[in-house]
């Protein structure tokens, strides 16, 4: 009798393909209030991953909090409790991967979108396209990243079907194509026609849990659903006849290049609709796939581990100062207590308790796979962007770091607390919170920020976890600008003439803090051979 036997590293090999392949890792993102919270509790329900709804708590910061300090760690504490969500569905690993909707933390929402291989994006379908969506588009442009938009709130009186996808194509910069269709909306929503089934999806509003029934229709223009949709059929047909001449069809490579987002419509709050974004969304949203590296491109395939950082949170419990480094796995297993390389420091580091992310809870694991996002406890090792290896030297890139929006002088509040304070601030940088500058003719550290609550927290912050007091000082500066160029002559000659508006960034690197958009401008044209960047990589 002959026995066939793989080879133990074959085996190994193909479940880390098959556990690859299962992995669905992705952000939702929307502008506050759109529905975003509703949607992640709706899927997480569906998963099992939690049994009541109202579990996952909103993690805005109310406008009226903007000085609440306790609001800011509340929200800490949830942040850090769901800002990973995974859960098994229908054979899938989803891990949704939380964003903060207060536009202040903005900067923390681009970094988690690094680490996702896919986006759902929320909008108010009254309201179309808001601000937030639109800069967050942009980092998903960028990057090239697959998005699913869901339509939400069609229960409340909403903006015209083909108005809406006007809008998503017109601000989102994409090409759309329905996959449901809207039968009327508020009062007189009936619900909608699962165009990628073909199938009526009904919307029946019931005293305590609306339902949905579903009818299977072979031609829906052929009038055989008529009699359920009652006086919205002839306007469902016209709409329909309209969207398939207007709209591509859907096409699986232009969605998972980026150039084609599918769109849903329904209530998140009613629970409808939801199941068909979730089913449509794990069949064709990609799993890992490559990562770039400045050595060269990692598939999610390979068997060697590699990973990277992107995002830090610091305990809240000021007695111990551990922080938690989140690490999205880019290829191979990732084993506890196995040595990895930390590429920035070439120091190896054996991890004795990672932190996997299953619904609510964290807990020891001993494997995780591509996809998957661990937490390493750390003492203040790791910094935004850093790689983890078996030993390769490999350094992951496009953890983008914007120009802050608001900057101001940070000075010591306490001669005696001084080396608190550039502790405190070290490690606050370090986490993402701001950006630190130094000025290059007085030595002056600035402090760059997204957004004005930051200044407030990191204040907080500097108190009650580094004992360390500082002031402000205001500062008139626009923008934060990196530069790129191709002559060096050039180069020194604005570095001189400028040097007034010169600073360093914590990598060192130069930084031009220009004064207004006409002084950019104006550099602009008189030093061609130089780029000045408004994003960089940490
Ligand atoms: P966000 O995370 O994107 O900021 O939005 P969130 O889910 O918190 O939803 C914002 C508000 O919109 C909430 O109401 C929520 O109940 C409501 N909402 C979400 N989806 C739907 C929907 O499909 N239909 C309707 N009619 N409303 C929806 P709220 O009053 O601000 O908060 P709450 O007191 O209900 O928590």
């Known amino acids: 009798m002959i026995i066939f036997t793989l080879f133990p590293e074959k085996r190994l090999l193909m479940n880390l393909n098959r556990e690859t392949r299962r992995r669905r890792t992705f952000g939702i993102i929307s502008h506050p209030d759109a529905g975003k919270t509703t949607l992640t509790e709706k899927l997480l329900l569906f998963g099992g991953a939690i049994q009541v709804a109202g579990a996952v708590k909103s993690n805005k910061i109310k406008k009226s909090a903007v000085s609440d300090f306790m609001e800011i760690e509340r929200q800490r504490g949830i942040s850090v409790a769901t800002s990973v969500m995974g859960f098994e569905y229908g054979g899938y690993k989803v891990n949704i991967l939380d964003t903060p909707g207060h536009q202040d933390f903005a900067e923390d929402t681009y970094r988690t979108l690094t680490a996702v291989d896919s986006v759902i994006i929320v909008i108010d379908a009254a309201k179309g396209v808001e601000t937030q969506t639109r800069k967050l588009m942009e980092v998903c442009r960028m990057r090239k990243t697959p998005v699913i938009v869901f339509i939400n709130k069609m229960d409340r009186p909403a903006l015209d079907p083909f108005e809406l996808l006007d809008n998503l194509e017109k601000e989102l910069q994409i090409s759309v194509c329905p996959l449901s269709w809207p039968i009327g909306s508020g009062g007189g929503f009936k619900g909608v026609f699962n165009m990628h089934e073909q199938k009526l999806d009904l919307f ?157 809870r964290k807990s020891v694991i001993d494997v995780a796979y591509p996809g998957d996002i661990i937490g390493l406890h750390d003492t203040g090792n790791f910094r935004i962007g850093d790689t983890l290896t078996e030993g390769e030297v490999l350094n992951f890139k496009g953890i983008p770091s914007f120009s802050p929006e608001f900057f101001r002088y940070v000075e010591n509040g306490d001669p005696l607390k001084f080396k608190q304070l550039a502790k405190g601030l070290d490690h606050l940088m370090d986490e993402g919170v701001a950006q630190l500058f130094v000025n290059q003719v007085n030595g002056r550290k600035i402090i760059g920020t997204v957004g004005p609550l930051q200044f407030d927290v990191i204040e907080f912050r500097l108190k009650h976890e580094y004992g360390a007091t500082c002031r402000y000082e205001p500062l008139n500066i626009h923008k934060a600008c990196w530069m790129e160029s191709s002559s060096r002559e050039q180069l020194d000659d604005f570095r001189m003439r400028k040097q007034q508006n010169m600073a360093k960034d914590k990598r060192g690197r130069d930084v031009f803090l220009a004064d207004s958009e006409y002084s950019l401008q104006m550099a602009r044209e008189k030093y061609d051979a130089i780029r000045f960047h408004t994003i960089s990589e940490y």
């Open 204 to 360: 029946l509003p019931s005293a305590n849990q609306p339902e949905q029934q579903d009818i299977e229709v072979s031609d829906i223009l052929s009038g055989e659903a008529d009699s359920y949709i009652g006086s919205g059929a002839s306007t469902l047909k016209d709409d329909l006849e309209l969207a398939l001449a207007g709209y591509p069809q859907f096409d699986r490579e232009r969605y998972l290049g980026a150039g084609l987002a599918p769109v849903f419509f329904g209530s998140a709050l009613n629970n409808f609709g939801v199941r068909a974004l979730l089913d449509c969304f794990l069949e064709i949203a990609p799993s890992p796939g490559t990562t770039k590296a400045v050595e060269r491109e990692v598939h999610a395939g390979e068997d060697k581990f590699t990973g990277f950082v992107f995002k830090i949170h610091a305990n809240m419990d000021p007695n111990h100062r551990d922080r938690l480094a989140f690490v999205k796995i880019c290829s191979g297993m990732f084993e506890r207590n196995k040595p990895y390389l930390h590429i920035r420091t070439g120091k190896k580091q054996k991890f004795s308790s990672p932190t996997g992310f299953m619904a609510e």
